[in-house]
């Protein structure tokens, strides 16, 4: 069965510090990533999307992310990040022939202090 | 404003009472989705429905059941048989049809099983 993994749980960082937060899905074929965040108190909404052409795709916020596929990863990158990025944030991947579900990673809560 | 609406925000049952969570969109969108969040799990599929009068199980639809009468209704009834109902519940929907959807979320029911 198709799965993410995103192995940080929990980031803690400091304003202005750099952000990476790894993605990794286990299928072969073709697939579209997501990325989507949870702000405290907020809705689930899509931070950004790569279906194909260039693998580094740029999302609201400053945040990017590039698709590696040799490595099966859809890594999260932030420059330098803010007190307001605190929030949760999901990978998630869906296979692009027919109907498939999208499988949600299990999600990185990021604590950014001021 | 377009968007999908879930009522009650919070929820309160006493074990053994089944209890029905409202997922309203108006989005004109086709496909809608439940999914249950718990701490570390991500989010996991209970139950999708591509178009009205069809619906099909997700990964954990054991203890749950469903209903799609209406295009922009999605009702979840949580039943004394799921043996862990607490949790966070989100609800959404996309146009359907496609694996390069955006999924578009609503803002949760937290039911606390007491």
């Known amino acids: 069965a198709q799965s993410v993994s995103q192995h940080n749980h929990h980031v803690i960082l400091s304003e202005a510090a750099s952000l990476e937060l790894g993605c990794n899905y286990s299928?072969?074929?073709?697939?579209?990533l997501f990325w989507y965040v949870q702000y405290p108190g907020q809705h689930l909404q899509l931070l950004l999307k790569?279906?194909?052409?260039?693998?580094l795709v740029k999302g609201i916020k400053g945040f990017e992310a590039e698709f590696i596929k040799s490595k099966f990863s859809f890594n999260l990158r932030k420059p330098s990040v803010q007190w307001s990025d605190t929030a949760e944030y999901f990978c998630a991947v869906i296979r692009n022939t027919g109907f498939q579900k999208l499988v949600f990673g299990t999600g990185t809560r990021l604590l950014v202090s001021p | 404003d377009g968007g999908i609406t879930q009522s009650p925000k919070y929820l309160f049952r006493k074990e053994g009472q089944n209890v029905t969570l409202s997922c309203e969109q108006n989005?004109?969108?086709?496909?809608m989705y439940w999914y249950r969040q718990d701490p570390g799990q991500g989010l996991r599929l209970i139950y999708y429905?591509?178009?009205?009068?069809?619906?099909q199980k997700g990964d954990i639809a054991e203890g749950y059941s469903v209903s799609r009468e209406k295009k922009e209704s999605f009702p979840l009834t949580v039943t004394s048989a799921q043996k862990n109902p607490t949790a966070f519940y989100l609800c959404?929907?996309?146009?359907?049809?496609?694996?390069?959807?955006?999924?578009?979320f609503g803002p949760g029911t937290r039911l606390t099983v007491l």
């Open positions: 790569y279906f194909s052409g260039d693998p």
């Open positions: 989005l004109n969108h086709d496909a």
């Open positions: 429905s591509q178009i009205v009068n069809d619906f």
């Open positions: 959404a929907s996309d146009p359907g049809g496609s694996s390069y959807n955006e999924q578009f």
């Open positions: 299928y072969g074929g073709t697939v579209n």
